[in-house]
């Protein structure tokens, strides 16, 4: 059996191609690069930008509802673009309407350090959202519903 080896970014982007996503609103930023990498390579979805991310949050909560499908919002910057989300999301949580949000981390090693744009993000939107997850190299992904949910990318 061969070994596939790919960037984060592009586990992302192929994860979402799997779920039929066709597209994707963000606004770039430097904590998800890899993934804008990855989906500017990709003919397969299409990227809207935004000018910030209670627009763009909304735009994909708009899609959704319109298309029955998954909304996905991609968030650039760690912490503060994070947030700015969480009006939207609620809305979303209201209308039942299948709303996915990314967003990109500090380095794990810069954690709870008081790094430049370190938010605890979990906490804030825990009420709001079904399931958080963390994704990242040393750690596996906790799901709210369950105890742990083993990751592909870790």
Known sequence: MT????????????????NDVDIVVGLIG???????????DCKDIRYI??????????????????KNKH????????GPG??????????????????????????????NMDAFQDELI?????GILPIIDRCCYQKPLVNRNEKESPSPWC
């Open 3 to 18: 070994a596939i080896t790919m960037t984060g970014g592009q586990a992302v982007v192929e994860s979402l191609k799997v």
């Open 30 to 40: 430097s904590s998800t690069l890899e993934i804008l990498d990855a989906l500017y």
């Open 49 to 66: 930008g935004c000018h910030d991310e209670r627009s763009g949050i909304i735009m994909s909560d708009a899609y959704a509802r319109m």
């Open 71 to 78: 909304g996905v919002f991609l968030a650039g910057q760690a």
């Open 82 to 111: 994070a947030t700015n989300t969480i009006t939207g999301l609620a809305q979303a949580k209201a209308a039942f309407s299948p709303v996915v949000s990314l967003a990109g981390a500090i380095s794990s090693e810069h954690e």
């Open 122 to 126: 979990q906490g804030l939107e825990e």
